[in-house]
């Protein structure tokens, strides 16, 4: 370590000293094996006392492992492994709905290793960072969290990647959310329709009446975990673009089809994400049902919402949703010209190659990628315009009808 971090680490040590001694028997950081089971891996909220004190015990397991009798040696730290074949698929038998989840695949964040010291490293100095966060009854975001680290520690971040990893290796290692590390989401969703949400001691939002731009999903996931939620909707309809968002809204869709519209404007968000299950936790009988462009990009999208991203590691079962792929699909190609239709980009092709190895995508959607794949084409859900603006509604509005969708 440079000398300024040895500092950094000296003080958080010497702050965490006075308070953990009477800790220690109380808090213990859990093994790897202890966060194995998909029932057991939902990271809880503890309160940030109980926070404050687990990082404060692992300073000073740390230290005593520094200061035995003897000569001192320096500990690994064993981690739940987040690579994609540490990944299983739990499902539930009640809601019929599946997620990821790790195994029991271990990694190790050493000092030892050349290759990992580094990221043993950033453990210590994000913990210290969210130590301070919490004393200060602060939140901050994982952007504002990689600004502070990229000026404090830039010899050990220089990515928001690494942030966003290190963050998932102390969730691991506190048995924590991120929330409750004082992390909260930046959220880029929306939500309009047929639902009210009320926050605490707040008035209660009409989410018909919001106009076309629809009601923002706050970042805050304590507050989405506490909101009331009220709803007439049958039907809930994850869209892939704000535009299309927009276009739905716009023409009260959901008036016409009783539901609930939520976009993330692509690739979806923490909070996006938890909004959805929680609707989904409290009205469990209502369809989820998922419009988003034929391209591999919008079935991966698709597949986040429903079983859950393998990068998010132990908080990966807090945000799957039981969701039907409504549209695009092939049988719907004869709807739209074949001017409309582009051909796949490299990157489509990469993400295709990702989900067609992966053992956790259903047969009929592996069946739609290797169309895609063959016709070597996409197709945006916007070509269905091409029977007019008022089209995409009564596109939907059949196959909901129908129950069409898989």
Excluded at 106 to 119: H, I, N, P
Excluded at 163 to 173: E, K, S
């Amino acid at each position: 370590m440079t000398s300024s971090s040895n500092r950094r680490f000296s003080s958080l040590i010497n702050a965490s000293v006075t308070r953990t001694s009477s800790l220690h028997h109380k808090y213990t950081l859990p093994s790897p094996s202890s966060v194995c089971s998909p029932y057991q891996q939902n990271p809880q909220s503890p309160p940030i006392s109980q926070v404050r004190a687990r990082i404060e015990v692992a300073v000073l397991s740390f230290l005593r492992i520094l200061t035995p009798p003897g000569r001192p040696a320096v500990s690994d730290l064993h981690l739940i492994g987040r690579r994609s074949r540490n990944r299983n698929v739990g499902g539930g038998l009640v809601s019929g709905g599946s997620w990821i989840y790790l195994s029991k695949e271990v990694t190790k964040r050493s000092l030892r290793r050349e290759s990992a010291a580094k990221a043993f490293v950033r453990v210590w100095n994000l913990m210290e960072m969210c130590l301070r966060v919490l004393v200060e009854e602060k939140r901050v975001t994982q952007r504002e969290l990689f600004y502070k680290l990229l000026c404090s520690s830039p010899e050990y971040f220089t990515s928001q990647k690494q942030v966003n990893r290190t963050i998932q290796d102390v969730v691991v290692l506190l048995r924590c959310s991120r929330y409750s590390l004082g992390i909260m989401a930046s959220s880029r969703g929306l939500i309009a329709g047929r639902v009210m949400l009320q926050e605490a001691n707040q008035d209660v939002v009409d989410c018909s009446s919001c106009g076309s731009s629809g009601h923002t999903i706050k970042g805050e996931l304590n507050l989405l975990e506490n909101l009331v939620i009220n709803t007439v909707a049958r039907y809930i309809i994850v869209i892939e673009k704000h535009a299309v968002f927009q276009r739905l809204v716009e023409d009260r869709f959901f008036n016409h089809i009783p539901s609930i519209l939520i976009t993330a404007k692509g690739y979806p968000d923490i909070a996006t994400r938890l909004l959805l299950h929680r609707i989904s936790r409290a009205f469990p009988s209502l369809p989820i049902l998922a419009l988003v462009d034929w391209n591999p990009a919008g079935l991966a999208i698709l597949c986040t919402f429903k079983y859950g991203s393998i990068g998010m590691g132990l908080e990966a079962y807090r945000y799957a949703c039981n969701v039907k792929w409504l549209g695009v699909r092939g049988q719907d190609l004869q709807l739209i010209p074949e001017e409309s239709l582009t051909p796949l980009k490299a990157k489509d092709i990469q993400i295709a190659k990702s989900l067609a190895s992966s053992e956790i995508l259903q047969d009929n959607y592996k069946e739609e990628l290797s169309l895609m794949v063959q016709k070597g084409s996409r197709a945006e859900v916007e070509a269905l315009y091409y029977h007019g603006y008022d089209f995409l509604g009564k596109y939907l509005a059949e196959k909901i009808v129908r129950a069409n969708y898989i």
